[in-house]
């Protein structure tokens, strides 16, 4: 596995080993890429397989689901052309104008200790633009997008166990000492399991203040059920049930687990991790899933 180096930046001996995630964590993909996005794989999927839009629409979340990538789905199930399917979806006239990004995020950054990796399910060339409109590439080490993600079994994506394990032994780095910050949290579920820690960033999650006004009100569980799980400017490659999670996540009494603005350093233990080093399958009584450390709306948090 081939692992991209966007810039030069000079290894930092220590830990963490920080896995950021690129849309909808660094910048607010829900703006204005992701529904043009949505929008061509479902035209893609027309015309490849001959289906209508509707078929396509519901094709298309269901590849998500099952395989973390609709591509990975495509490849898979139907033999597509993965440069093409890549190339089409992810073409822009100019990206310029629609990348969105909270303010100082590159000095927030540079000042953030530890080694710095992008890890997103991505293409390499769409990756990298975006890096650079944010002012961030020579900020990552490594820039490990789908195209890096392929092995002997094919193409891979998020949350693939296998890939993360390549990736961190060709990064030197091990499970316990690395980060994932991420806005899917299917992704953060599945890699929590391995022994990394995780970071959930809601900050760009599209209609996460409507859900959060609907908990006030009618709690948690009725919450994502009025909010509607299918949201047509989501995260292509997100699991559709993150309305919900938001919600209980909002009510975590005070002093649970990591606070909002504490800072994750390198010997933090996991808080739902037993005196055996095993994990609790089961919420606190916060309401906190095991699966996520900390949930935090900006970069600066970390």
Known sequence: MK???????????????WLFDLDNTLHHASYAIFPRINIAMTDFIMRELGLDRAEADA??????????????????????DAAAFLDEVHHFDSLSGLVRTERGLARTLRRLPGRKVLFTNAPLTYATEVLGLLGIRKVFERVIAVEQMRDRRGWQSKPDHGMLRR?????????????????????????????LKTVWMVGHLHGARRVEELANVFGAQRAERLAGD????????ADLGLA???????????????????????????????????????RGESGRPHYIDRRIRSIKSL
Do not use: C, W
């Open 3 to 17: 692992i991209s180096k966007p810039g030069r930046v000079r290894r930092q001996p220590g830990r963490p080993v």
């Open 59 to 80: 094709l298309r979340t269901d590849y998500t689901r099952r395989y973390g990538t609709v591509l990975v789905g495509l490849m898979r199930r139907h033999g597509i």
């Open 167 to 195: 990736t961190l032994r060709a990064l030197q780095a091990r499970h316990r000492d690395a980060v994932l910050v991420e806005d899917t949290r299917s992704h953060l579920k599945a890699y929590r399991r391995t022994g």
């Open 230 to 237: 299918a949201d047509p400017n989501a995260n292509p490659d």
């Open 244 to 282: 919900g999670e938001l919600a209980q996540r909002q009510f975590e009494a005070p002093g649970e687990g990591f606070a909002e603005g504490a800072t994750m350093g390198p010997d933090v233990r996991h808080p739902s991790a037993d005196a055996s080093g095993g994990h609790a399958q089961r």
